[in-house]
Structures are given as C-alpha cells and as structure tokens.
C-alpha cells in the first residue's frame, strides 16, 4: 500500500462521518456513548439547547391546547362577610411539547420521564377569581412521555371571591365559579379543553372530604370564548362548584329555641287578662328573646348588606337551580347582586315584632278590665258590637248583660230619701205631736228625743243603702268591662294565633321548597 493511502483515506471517510453524527443530533437519535445511566442520558438529552422561554411548537400557526381537570377535595370555609370562598381543589394539566419527544428503545424502554418544572415550558393559566394566596404545597416536578405529553399534577389551596346568596340560609345553596384562562395569551396561541366528559366531573365526589358544614352537590362545566378587544379573543373554561349548608346544627341551636319562647307566648294567652302576672310574663319573654339574639349573634352569618331570612344580612347572589337534586343552570357570568337594605334576619325581626304585638295586646286588655272608682259605664254601641256581634261571631254564646237607667235609679233613690224624710219629719214634728187627736185608750205619744233618733236612724239607713247601690253599680260596671275585655282578648288572641301559624306554614313551605328542590 501506497504510503500517502491512509491520509487520502482519512480526509475522505471525515466529512461522512460527521454529517452522520449531525444527523443523529438532529433525529433524536442517542450518542454513541452508553456508558451512562439511562435516565440522566435522556434527560440530558431532551433539556440540552431546550429553550423554556418558547412555546413548544414547530409550526407558530398552530396553538398549544391545554386540557385542564378540576377534583374537589375540600370546602375550608365560606366567609359570608368578605364574600371569600376557600377550597383545596385536585389541579390537573396536559398539554403536548413537540420538543420534548424520544425513542423508547434508544433510552432502555423508558416511556415516562419527571422532570423539574423550571426547566420546560409551563402555560400562563391563572383563575381569575383569585383574591390571596393560598397555602398550596410546591410541586417541582411534571411527567413527560415519550411523544411529548406533559402532565402537571398539584393541589391547590384556592382563595376566590364568590357572590354569596345566603337569604336562604340557614338551607341555603352556593354557586361559586373557578375560570381558568391565559393571562397573556390569546386563543390563537393557547387553548383550553376539559380534560374528561362533563358528567365524570359533575357527579364526582371520590376524594371529598363530606364530614363537615358543606356538602358537594356537583361541578358544572362550561367553555366560551372571550374578547377584550375587537382583534383579541381568548379561551376560558369555567367550573362551578355548588355546595349546600346542612342545616342540622342551625336548626337546632337558632330556630327551636325561638319556636319554644313564640310557643310560650301563646300559652301565655291563657292567663287571666285581670290579672297583672300577663304583662309581667311577656316582658319577661321578650327581654329573654333579646338575650337569646345577642348570644346567637356570633353564629349568624354576616355580610356587608342585604337582608337574610334569618341571619344578619345577605347579597341576593347569582346560584340558581332547576328541577331535580342534580339539576342546576348556569348562572350568567359576573351578574350583579341586588341589594336589600337592613342588618337583621327576617325570621327574627318578624319572631321579635309578633312578641311586641302581643304585649301590646295584653297591656290594652288590663286596661280594659282593670278597676277604677270613676269608670264610666261601656257605651251601648260598644256593649252591641262586643257583647252581641264578636261574641256571637266567636261562637262564645250569648253574653250577660246588665240594662240600667241611671237617671231613674237615681231618681227612685231621691224619691226614697225624700218619703223617709217626710215621714221622719212627720215623725219628729213636736207640733205635729201635739195636734195629733189621741183617743181615751191611745198610748201617750214618744218622747221628743226618741223621734229624733229614730229620724237620725232612718237618715243613717238610707245612706248606708245608697252607698251599697252605689258600689254595686261600680262592681256592674267593672263586670262589663271584664266582659268586654275577656271576647276582645278572645278575638285578638285568635288574630294573633292565625298570624303566627300563617307565618310558619310560609316559612316551612319555603324551606321545604328550597331544601328538597
């Protein structure tokens, strides 16, 4: 062999070889060095010369789709005041990186790869309603397979403003909504799809905590497109979380114990109306009704204006629902609330004034029946409409009634006074007794002292019975009125009664509605 042969052919076989190493950089194919571990060459592989700061695609025309997935795994609180929601929520992400692809069988059948998060390319999507910043664990790592699919997996402790409708409370329904969308990015460049069937995210309640106030009726799921400017339109999809109060413990410790004292205020009805202990009662019931308010306070929910059915106050809020347990329509996107002027719930204010009205009533009725010395007598149109018209109307019966004459008692009694005192004075005349004829056997006439003191006997007698007449008229008197008293605390105590089984009979229809609807 020619001595200038291995030269000729070294310059030859270089330009072959290197144009084959390009090609295998290029095409992904593995370096000829296999010495080291599989993963580290792999992953030395897809990161060298990896720029994060690009969108992942070979063509620029062509957009980034991000599939997204929502699980509920917990309702932390729910602050009625500040219109807050806190939810833990399970936050899934897939999308494709065409830069980050392999060859199984170059790399020892490794199909899955994690990698750190600050490395690749991650999507710009935010949740809009986001108000602070949860306490959510950092992830460092995503999943990437061998043809590019990248899936970030992590939790989420979520902080977002929610429009609180708490008028129902405390059976009230919540529709909160999580809108996920690209800060930056318009649907040109990154788009947005549901990663599984809405009815899979619907009705699933597989890792939800469904011990404590809150329980999960169901995720909605809604897509649509957005523009903030003519030649801008970006990509949103929306889940609404709607939960439900269980009503249990608010049942128990705000409205049995106000049903237990507007009990007791109608038991009270059957005391006596002469007597004062009734006044005294319901005083007592509603300064215990107050007491009863300002230690409840505390677990009323409260918020900043509106009015609840019970409660302090409320929005009137955007959740609605349709028919059936499952079945909710999606409320429109930022709707405004309607306020409701006041701070105080319904139910109480209402629960509140029936007491005051019933004091009231009580306080007419032993002012009515009460005895004085000058009561006047009732007047005949009133004793008709009472005694005849509302007790009949009341099925009490034919009341008693006495009919007097005043004028003519007096009369009869001045007539009266005046015969004893002429026949006192025809009595106790000393010429009178002296020109009286006496016959031979006629007894001597009295003594001029015993016919004064039989005139001053009869005087006495006759003011003693104009006195007792007197006093009867009065006890008269007071047994009308105690009459009158008694129907109209019939009538207005039936008024009362209807008024409050009308109010509960709307309160428990309107629960019930709302509850089981």
Request: aromatic share 10%; glycine share 6%; with cysteine.
């Amino acid at each position: 062999m020619l001595p200038w042969a291995p030269p000729a052919l070294l310059a030859l076989l270089l330009p072959v070889l290197l144009t084959q190493g390009e090609a295998r950089r290029r095409g992904g194919l593995p370096a000829q060095n296999t010495s080291g571990p599989a993963l580290r060459r792999l992953s030395d592989h897809l990161l060298t010369n990896y720029k994060k700061g690009v969108r992942p695609v070979r063509d620029w025309r062509r957009p980034t789709t991000v599939s997204i997935d929502v699980i509920v795994y917990a309702i932390l609180n729910v602050d009625e005041k500040n219109q807050v929601l806190t939810t833990y929520i399970w936050y899934r992400q897939y999308w494709t990186d065409e830069f980050l692809q392999w060859n199984p069988e170059d790399f020892d059948n490794i199909t899955k790869l994690s990698i750190p998060t600050d490395s690749i390319w991650v999507p710009d999507i935010l949740i809009n309603e986001f108000v602070d910043v949860g306490k959510s664990p950092d992830i460092p790592y995503v999943y990437v397979g061998h043809q590019g699919e990248v899936q970030n997996y992590k939790p989420l402790q979520v902080v977002t403003a929610c429009s609180l409708d708490i008028y129902n409370f405390p059976f009230d329904v919540q529709n909160c909504s999580l809108t996920f969308t690209s800060w930056l990015h318009t649907i040109q460049d990154i788009n947005i799809s549901l990663w599984r069937p809405p009815e899979k995210v619907k009705f699933d309640k597989s890792v939800f905590m469904n011990q404590g106030e809150w329980e999960l009726l169901g995720v909605l799921t809604q897509f649509r497109e957005f523009s903030m400017e003519s030649s801008n339109c970006y990509a949103e999809m929306k889940f609404y979380v709607v939960i439900r109060r269980r009503p249990l413990f608010y049942a128990v410790s705000l409205l049995l114990p106000s049903i237990f004292l507007m009990v007791m205020d109608i038991v009270g009805f059957y005391l006596p109306p002469e007597s004062g202990e009734r006044v005294s009662f319901k005083i007592t019931l509603l300064l215990g009704y107050s007491v009863f308010l300002i230690i409840v306070s505390d677990t009323l929910p409260a918020t900043a204006i509106g009015t609840p059915l019970i409660g302090k106050a409320c929005f009137w809020g955007r959740a609605r629902r349709g028919q059936g347990s499952q079945a909710w329509a999606l409320p429109p996107p930022m709707s405004p609330s309607r306020p409701l002027p006041g701070c105080t719930g319904v139910y109480f204010v209402v629960c509140m004034a029936l007491l005051v009205i019933s004091l009231a009533e009580t306080i007419l009725i032993v002012r009515l029946v009460h005895k004085q010395d000058l009561q006047q007598p009732v007047p005949a149109w009133l004793r008709r409409l009472v005694l005849e018209r509302i007790a009949l109307l009341l099925c009490l019966g034919e009341q008693p009634t006495s009919h007097r004459c005043p004028a003519a008692s007096q009369t009869s009694k001045t007539d009266d006074c005046s015969d004893m005192g002429n026949h006192c004075g025809h009595l106790g005349g000393p010429r009178d007794l002296d020109k009286t004829p006496r016959g031979k056997d006629s007894p001597p006439p009295p003594p001029r002292e015993a016919s004064l003191a039989m005139r001053g006997l009869l005087q006495e007698l006759a003011s003693i019975r104009h006195f007792l007449e007197k006093r009867e008229e009065s006890r008269e008197v007071a047994r009308d009125w105690l009459r009158v008293g008694s129907v109209l605390d019939r009538l207005l105590f039936r008024i009362y009664l209807l008024a409050v089984l009308a109010y509960s009979v709307t309160l428990v229809t309107l629960w019930s509605i709302w509850q089981y609807s």
